[in-house]
């Protein structure tokens, strides 16, 4: 029903905005555009029926090129493409560096030469550069348009200089001081520059600590950064701290929520690389292989139920009990991991806790197990009829909750510490643990206590 | 040992910024701490054995102001706490009227409005104001400090008055248009601004439609109108589109951070409120109610096994097998519950793809469950040495991993229907099914075969 009433909802939309686009006149369309953000265009257009382009058109290119830099980067090229040979060389010298570069990163080489052919030299080389830095880096997320002055400029000067270049760079709002060698010196921001009288020069007011990252820095770790100062802009130099283009707050988001998508599939046992429209085919590659390395562990769990296969055909009633034990250090297990996970991830893990909280998931493994196992062992006593079958399952649950926060803690730590994602696989080997050490506590001590629970 | 570095390296730089702090002539401390991020000095603080006042004594009342904005919202007021009633009361007047709320949020009334006199009358109404809206929503993410014009002024009238005005506000970068009745008409952004001549009037550039979103927006929702437009800041209005606040990038990135841990906690069976650093208490107090509902559906699933009792003394092998069914069905489950979830989170889910993701679901469930019952099926009949009991393994998790798929799918999306955050409790869901179902088709397929198997 809510999903219906979205649909509808949607088609009025789309009535408004793509019908405005086919009956304004040329100036209208001209003077309005302006105000209409490239994603709603984008998202009515999926929905349209029509002729696309009898729409697209209409667009000035500055606009289909914040289109195309809206589309994922395997969608740009799809879009540029439906344009003539003439018009494409003209949205192109509209693009961004860094969604042409992104665009290119799709292609083949034969095609990424003949798209570069079209640019102007001063973007092809920013472009090829762009080219060169691997995608979840910091120079594979930077933009090449920023605007660059140097310390001796006044305000008034930068000012003018700013009237000029604003239109065509990413964010105008920080400004970059560089020395005749590109060498990143300081920032000003556009307050402190309207702030500021039309005399003072630009060296004086500038911020000269001032936060760069390196073109190769992960960009998980640049995402981090913004986090941690809220700042709206960093600057990305190489390695003789010369400029080579800015990071902005809005590609960080993605890059955030890419990032946590990841730990969230590697947790629930996905591939990074499954999307939710993927093909079947793809589904199943992506799983199929998780799921053989878990049948592998289940197997071996299960060799631990046949060593005691004896045990169970003299008391069947440890067959119904067993996956109680394994059930729950599993959850126990998965909790802590979970806690331990997100706290690497978002780097709240550090030197001064470690220890502490190691210690505290022993202590609510401990406290969660005295409790699970004393509900367990009075409700299989009961059951059974039978007291030492309470004490049997109640101890084997205390012992695997131990067992699980132990294996929820390290697996994670030991995985980071050899720079392997804490995420990945981690499910499957706390999981492993808890089902193999629950069988063998809970089988073991009723093989010990044979005799008394025949 | 990497650890270990870090600390040293944390060291290292406590020397150095600390130390100049207290170094530093009155002057050059005013020249220089404008450099020095408030998180930077935070961090080092946190690490200083010394006497902390000697350090906070010597920064000026913004500074303060703004390393208690960075401060998590139950650390705020012990900072300010710190200082003498008559520098509180300074330091009061330097803070954003969103950190003032945050800050008294935290504390008992008696304490807030102790904290509310210090103010002016003007920050008082503001903050009073800010405190009547939930936590959670827009109005309790927004700062009231933004810029407003009127649409007749002209660019110099409007750079003029942002000379005075920019240093207060929170973000210059964008300059709302309000009309006598405070009602939101438009906004021009300062590079708009930059870039026209002096007596351009502001109605001619200023954009008018304009994205805004009400008081009482849940911020999730919020957040996803920030990643989808890549805007850095929006403006929030009242029912009658009076401007009340803006919400800016920085403010979004933690919300959207707290609401993915809080799906990452709930799949992983934590409670929302659950820190890593919490106490074992709270800790056992986030994760024992889990655990119990674990173990009735737990018990759930071994009275299932516990109907079988007499076939499984018949053919103990049962036994061992068992955990194996269930095991791998939990996991299949697990798969498509967090692809869903995460779907559901990031708005992927739609009107138009959810009968084909279904689909594809239960395809990836039965190929699936065929590689995984005729690799367990081979494995079992060797290991028992009877074909039928491959037969009967086989079957059973082909069936489980179809349950497995429709439970991954149907759990999390009848939740939502219900306006249920369709990661609370989903997993506990979805294995309790693959394990009763996984317990029942093995079991019973044993039963009906049982002549066959003995």
Request: with cysteine; aromatic share 8%; net charge negative.
């Amino acid at each position: 029903m809510e999903l219906l009433q979205e649909m509808l909802e949607k088609n009025e939309e789309q009535l408004e905005i793509i019908q405005k686009i086919l009956t304004w006149t040329p100036e209208e369309l001209h003077e309005e555009i302006e105000d209409i953000h490239p994603v709603d265009l984008l998202e009515e257009l999926e929905h349209y029926e029509g002729e696309k382009k009898d729409i697209l058109n209409r667009l000035p290119d500055y606009y289909i090129a914040l289109m195309i830099g809206e589309l994922e980067d395997e969608d740009k090229y799809e879009l540029l493409s439906l344009f003539s040979k003439v018009r494409e060389e003209k949205i192109i010298s509209e693009m961004a560096s860094d969604d042409l570069a992104d665009l290119l990163g799709e292609l083949e080489d034969s095609v990424q030469k003949e798209i570069i052919a079209k640019m102007d030299w001063e973007q092809a080389e920013e472009v090829k550069e762009l080219l060169t830095y691997e995608d979840d880096t910091a120079g594979g997320l930077m933009a090449t348009e920023f605007i660059a002055i140097q310390e001796g400029m006044t305000v008034k000067e930068t000012i003018d200089y700013l009237r000029k270049e604003a239109p065509s760079s990413e964010t105008p709002y920080y400004i970059y001081v560089l020395d005749e060698r590109e060498v990143l010196k300081g920032v000003v921001s556009l307050r402190d520059i309207i702030v500021s009288d039309d005399e003072i020069v630009i060296g004086d007011i500038m911020s000269e600590n001032i936060l760069s990252v390196p073109v190769d820095m992960d960009q998980e770790e640049v995402g981090r950064l913004f986090e941690k100062y809220g700042y709206m802009v960093i600057p990305v130099v190489d390695e003789d701290n010369v400029m080579c283009g800015i990071i902005t707050f809005d590609d960080i988001i993605g890059v955030l929520n890419e990032e946590t998508t990841e730990d969230i599939y590697l947790l629930g046992g996905l591939s990074e690389g499954e999307e939710i429209d993927s093909s079947p085919l793809d589904a199943i590659k992506s799983r199929l292989p998780w799921l053989l390395v878990n049948l592998v562990t289940a197997a071996m769990a299960a060799s631990v139920v046949g060593l005691f296969e004896g045990t169970i055909s003299k008391i069947v009633a440890l067959a119904t009990f067993m996956p109680i034990v394994t059930g729950m250090g599993g959850n126990a297990g998965t909790q802590t991991l979970t806690l331990i996970v997100r706290g690497i991830a978002l780097d709240e893990l550090n030197d001064k806790n470690t220890k502490k909280i190691l210690i505290k998931e022993l202590v609510v493994g401990v406290v969660n197990g005295l409790c699970l196992g004393i509900i367990i062992g009075i409700v299989a006593q009961l059951w059974v009829g039978k007291a030492i079958f309470g004490f049997v399952i109640g101890t084997a649950m205390v012992l695997n909750l131990i067992v699980a926060a132990s294996a929820g803690y390290f697996v994670p730590v030991i995985l980071k510490k050899f720079n392997v994602d804490p995420a990945l696989a981690s499910g499957v080997f706390v999981t492993t643990f808890t089902d193999i050490m629950g069988f063998f506590f809970f089988l073991g001590l009723a093989t010990v206590f044979v005799e008394q629970l025949i």
